[in-house]
């Protein structure tokens, strides 16, 4: 997977960005957890999802925010790491200036920024939100939310408790001109260990419905080796 680097508002950002074969392709920016809590663009999830929206023919982009791996900065509360999202979904559009449309997914910190990157951009259509911390950030700001998309978590995530998700999203599924999916894994802890293929099951599922079913001959054989696996540890 091809490495980049582009600029920040803090200085240089590290990513990987794969693009699309095909012209007028979509985008689709993957955002990780807390930087705090060993949160990187290598986190089990993050990866994934990565590649589940590349062989669905997306340009796809994950980076580290500001102060992570080779990116430059220092952790910025949210604040930063929301500037660090604006510019590498800038840098992805001015690459694919026909993408027909952007999506945006991210994991517990992650979710939270890419939701508030999401009220900002309404070139974004969809969005994945994984373990959302809705007891721990303020997603008040989602009002109304502008996307259809899917939260995900699990029924034993002790981190975001499952009744704060819950609460979150039955105040956005009163919102008229979006439908507001959720999925939950059963067994899964914030982290989804022992649970990431299930996971993924339930977001494939979701972007069937929203995309249509991958062709068999698009689909890999297999995942290639991340880099590494740290970022598997965070606490949001």
């Known amino acids: 997977m091809p490495e980049v680097i582009f600029n920040g508002p803090a200085g240089r950002i590290e990513g990987?960005?794969?693009p699309a074969k095909k012209r007028r392709a979509p985008i689709a920016l993957i955002l990780h957890p807390h930087p705090q809590f060993g949160g990187t663009m290598n986190n089990q999830i993050v990866y994934n999802l990565y590649y589940t929206f590349?062989?669905?023919?997306?340009?796809?982009l994950r980076f580290n925010f500001r102060g992570v791996g080779r990116s430059q900065g220092a952790?910025?509360?949210g604040s930063?790491?929301?500037?660090?999202?604006?510019?590498?979904?800038?840098?992805?559009?001015?690459l694919n200036p026909d993408a027909r449309a952007c999506w945006i997914a991210g994991v517990s910190f992650g979710?939270?920024?890419?939701?508030?990157?999401?009220?900002?951009?309404?070139?974004?259509?969809?969005?994945?939100?994984?373990a959302p911390p809705a007891n721990r950030f303020d997603f008040s700001f989602l009002a109304p939310c502008p996307s259809s998309g899917l939260f995900v978590h699990g029924d034993q995530d002790r981190v975001a408790p499952m009744k704060d998700v819950q609460t979150l999203i039955e105040k956005l599924k009163t919102q008229k001109g979006?439908?507001?999916?959720?999925?939950?894994?059963p067994g899964a802890n914030h982290f989804f260990e022992n649970r990431t293929e299930e996971l993924m099951v339930e977001v494939?599922?979701?972007l069937?419905?929203?995309?249509?079913?991958?062709?068999?001959?698009e689909t890999p054989a297999a995942l290639p080796a991340p880099d590494d696996q740290s970022g598997e540890d965070d606490a949001a």
Do not use: C, T
């Open 16 to 18: 990987r960005y794969h």
């Open 54 to 60: 590349l062989n669905r023919g997306f340009s796809v």
């Open 75 to 77: 952790f910025d509360h």
């Open 80 to 94: 930063g790491e929301l500037s660090d999202a604006a510019s590498a979904l800038d840098w992805a559009q001015a």
């Open 111 to 130: 979710a939270w920024i890419g939701m508030q990157l999401l009220m900002r951009r309404p070139e974004v259509e969809g969005f994945i939100s994984v």
């Open 178 to 185: 979006i439908v507001i999916d959720q999925a939950v894994v």
């Open 204 to 206: 494939n599922a979701y």
């Open 208 to 217: 069937d419905k929203r995309l249509g079913a991958v062709e068999p001959e």
